[in-house]
């Protein structure tokens, strides 16, 4: 049996609901929906949760976290720090 992106997807979110993250359906996320997490299809961070993430490992200043957030190199390397 060969495995597939939907498979394997299928598998880790499975993963994450037995670690209780709610596991909500990838359209009910897209812009204009309800629960729409990004301004775009194109943005790939969700800035809101990313922000709100960075606030509960490491408090700091809104100020200091918008200057952040606004510069993606610097979002990725403090992605890569946390891992």
């Known amino acids: 049996m ?5 498979m394997v997807a299928e598998e880790a979110l499975g993963w994450f609901q037995v670690l209780g993250y709610a596991v909500i ?9 309800l629960a729409a997490e990004r301004g775009s299809l194109c943005d790939v961070l969700m800035v809101a949760l990313l922000c709100e993430a960075i606030r509960q490992i490491n408090p700091v ?3 200091a976290l ?5 510069q993606p190199a610097t979002v990725q390397s403090i992605c890569w720090m946390n891992q």
């Not at 060969?2 to 939907?6: H, T």
């Not at 918008?66 to 606004?70: E, I, L, S």
């Open 2 to 6: 060969s495995l597939n992106e939907a």
């Open 25 to 33: 359906p990838g359209p009910q996320l897209a812009p204009g929906e």
């Open 61 to 63: 200043s809104s100020k």
């Open 66 to 70: 918008q200057a952040t957030v606004a």
